[in-house]
């Protein structure tokens, strides 16, 4: 049974770091793409990394330089290391794995994706 289970979330204060895992259960992670969405309250998701398994990464353009996505194959979990946080990073933040048929020009869509977790969520306020 395919299952993702995302943990790190928290409360943490402008300008400090947190680092989200997604756990993979039932397949082997670096078989698929992952990426990693969030979700605020009364906003759209919103794609914010992907990680290929090439290994090649994606960013949205809100979080490049201060997120960075990685794998570790031997614990078969993908992870978001978030530093430099700011009040709007605040969300439910989802891991997903790439759908047959997922491409790179979409990779900021959910609707090529899966399989997803139950998010965990992560809070930037002072």
């Known amino acids: 049974q395919v299952q993702l289970v995302e943990s790190g979330g928290g409360l943490v204060q402008p300008g400090g770091s947190l680092r989200l895992s997604c756990a993979a259960s039932?397949?082997?992670?670096?078989?698929?793409?992952i990426g990693w969405f969030r979700q605020a309250p009364g906003k759209e998701r919103e794609g914010v990394s992907c990680?290929?398994?090439?290994?090649?990464?994606y960013y949205s353009d809100s979080v490049k330089g201060r997120f960075t996505i990685s794998r570790d194959n031997g614990k078969n979990t993908v992870y978001l290391q978030m530093n430099s946080l700011k009040a709007e990073d605040t969300a439910v933040y989802y891991c997903?794995?790439?759908?047959?048929?997922?491409?790179?020009?979409?990779?900021?869509?959910?609707?090529?994706?899966?399989?997803w977790g139950q998010g965990t969520q992560v809070t930037v306020s002072s």
């Open positions: 039932g397949f082997k992670l670096d078989s698929h793409v």
């Open positions: 990680i290929r398994r090439s290994g090649t990464t």
């Open positions: 997903a794995t790439g759908a047959p048929g997922w491409y790179s020009s979409r990779w900021r869509d959910g609707h090529v994706y899966d399989y």
